[in-house]
C-alpha cells in the first residue's frame, strides 16, 4: 500500500471513528474544544507512524488510546489536584501496560453514553442555529472546515469562525458535559432533531447554488440520525425523524432529470424510487407511532404525510385528503406558517385549486412568508390550474427572483413562459 493509499484510508478511518474518539476525550477533559484538540493530536500522529509501521488490528481502539495519553499529558502539565489524579491514573497504568485487545474492550465501556453527550452538546440552545449545525458536522460528521463551508456555500473562514465561537460559547457558558434529564432533556432533543432535519434538507433541496440537491449532506445527516435513534431507542421522535428522512432520501434517483433539472414530485418516475428504504421509514414509523401512543409527535406526523406518498404507486392513487388532515393535525401540534402553506397545497389537491388558494391566500401577510419564494410558486401553480394565466406568470416570475438557486429559479421561469401559450 502506498502513502496516499494509506493516508487515504486513515481519512476514512478518521469519519468513522473521530465522534467516538472526540465523545471520549470530551467525558475525561469536560470540553469539547479541548477533546477535539487532542483527537486532532491522535490523528497527526497516525499520519506521521501508520505509513512506515502499518495499521493496527483495530486502529479506532489505538487512536483512542493515543488521545488519552495526550490528554493525560495536558492534565499533568496543568498540575491538576491529586483528586484528578488519582481519578486518571487507573487510566494512565491501563493505557501504557495493556494489551491493544484489552484496551478496545474498555474503552467501549459507555461509548453509546458518551456519543449521545456529544449529541446533546454540540446541539445546545445556547448555541445559534447556524453553529449548531457547523459544529454537529465537525463533531459527530468528521467533516473538514472546508467540507462544511463547500456545502452550505459559505465562505471557509466563516463556518471556521462559527466553530471556533461555538467551542468558545460551550466552555464560558460551563456546559456540562452530560446527557440532560425530565424537561430539559425533551428541549434539547428538540433542538438536536432540529439541527440534523435542517442539514437533511439543506441536501434535500439546496438553498442556492448551482445544484438542486447536494446528496451526501442528506446522507450525513441520515447517517446522524440513525446513530441518535441507536442511542435513544425509546425517543419516538428520534425514529419519527428517522422514518421521515429515509423516505424523502428514496426518491432521490427520481427527483433529477438527466440534464440536472428539478422533477417535481408529482412529475416523478416512482420506479426509481428506493424501495428499501421505503420500507425501511415505513418501519421506522410504525416504531414512532406505537412509542409516541395518542399523542402525535411532529416529526412522526411528517412522516406520516411523506408515507402517503410512499405507499401510492401513481401520483393519482396519492390519499390527500389523508394528508390535508395530517397537515392539519400537525398544524395544531406545532403551529407554523410554513405548515400552513404546505396544507395549502393538501387542500388543493384533496378539494380543489379554489379550496387551496383560499387557504393559501390567508397566509399572505404573513412576515415570515414575505421573502419565502414558495408562497408565491405555490400560489401561481393555484392560479394556473385556474385558468388566470396572468397572473400565474407574475407569481412565477416572483418566486424565480426570490430563489437563490439556479436550478429552480430556472424551473419557475420555465413555468412562467408556460403560461403565455
Not at 410558486?377 to 406568470?393: H, N, P, Y
Request: hydrophobic residues 45%; proline residues 5%; charged residues 25%.
Amino acid at each position: 500500500m502506498t502513502v496516499t493509499d494509506t493516508h487515504q484510508t486513515i481519512q476514512t478511518i478518521w469519519r468513522m471513528e473521530s465522534a467516538k474518539l472526540i465523545a471520549g476525550l470530551a467525558r475525561m477533559m469536560r470540553d469539547v474544544g479541548l477533546a477535539e484538540e487532542l483527537a486532532q493530536d491522535a490523528l497527526v500522529i497516525a499520519l506521521e507512524r501508520w505509513p512506515e509501521a502499518g495499521i493496527p488490528d483495530n486502529p479506532g481502539a489505538w487512536l483512542m488510546a493515543t488521545g488519552k495519553r495526550r490528554a493525560i499529558d495536558v492534565l499533568r502539565r496543568r498540575k491538576l489536584t491529586e483528586r484528578k489524579y488519582t481519578q486518571f491514573g487507573y487510566e494512565i497504568e491501563t493505557l501504557q501496560e495493556t494489551e491493544t485487545s484489552d484496551i478496545d474492550a474498555a474503552l467501549d465501556d459507555d461509548i453509546g453514553d458518551d456519543l449521545l453527550r456529544l449529541v446533546f452538546t454540540a446541539c445546545h440552545p445556547v448555541l445559534s442555529t447556524e453553529a449548531r449545525v457547523a459544529l454537529t458536522l465537525r463533531l459527530l460528521g468528521g467533516l473538514t472546515t472546508d467540507e462544511i463551508a463547500r456545502a452550505f456555500l459559505v465562505p471557509e473562514p466563516t463556518i471556521a469562525q462559527r466553530i471556533v465561537r461555538a467551542k468558545r460559547t460551550l466552555a464560558e457558558a460551563r456546559i456540562p458535559f452530560e446527557i440532560p434529564r425530565g424537561l430539559d432533556r425533551a428541549v434539547r432533543l428538540s433542538s438536536v432533531l432540529e439541527v440534523i432535519y435542517l442539514i437533511f434538507n439543506e441536501g434535500y433541496a439546496a438553498t442556492a447554488g448551482e445544484h438542486w440537491m447536494r446528496p451526501a449532506l442528506s446522507d450525513e445527516a441520515l447517517r446522524l440520525g440513525r446513530v441518535l435513534a441507536g442511542l435513544a431507542p425509546n425517543e419516538p421522535e428520534a425514529h419519527g425523524l428517522i422514518a421521515l428522512m429515509e423516505i424523502q432520501a428514496s426518491r432521490f434517483a427520481a427527483r433529477i432529470g438527466p440534464d440536472g433539472e428539478p422533477v417535481l414530485l408529482l412529475d416523478q418516475n416512482r420506479a426509481r424510487w428506493d424501495h428499501l428504504l421505503i420500507r425501511r421509514g415505513l418501519a421506522a414509523l410504525e416504531r414512532a407511532e406505537a412509542l409516541s401512543g395518542a399523542r402525535p409527535k411532529p416529526y412522526t406526523l411528517q412522516a406520516a404525510i411523506a408515507a402517503c406518498h410512499a405507499r401510492a404507486r401513481t401520483a393519482d392513487e396519492t390519499d390527500w385528503v389523508k394528508i390535508a388532515s395530517l397537515y392539519e393535525t400537525l398544524a395544531t401540534v406545532t403551529p407554523s406558517p410554513v405548515i400552513e402553506l404546505n396544507r395549502a397545497v393538501a387542500i388543493g389537491m384533496a378539494f380543489g385549486p379554489a379550496a387551496g388558494l383560499a387557504h393559501l391566500d390567508t397566509l399572505r401577510a404573513e412576515p415570515s412568508l414575505r421573502n419565502y419564494h414558495l408562497l408565491p410558486s405555490v400560489r401561481a401553480d393555484f392560479l394556473f390550474k385556474l385558468g388566470r394565466l396572468a397572473d400565474a406568470r407574475t407569481e412565477f416570475e416572483r418566486a424565480a427572483a426570490m430563489t437563490r438557486n439556479s436550478r429552480e429559479q430556472a424551473l419557475l421561469l420555465k413555468r412562467a413562459a408556460a403560461c403565455q401559450q
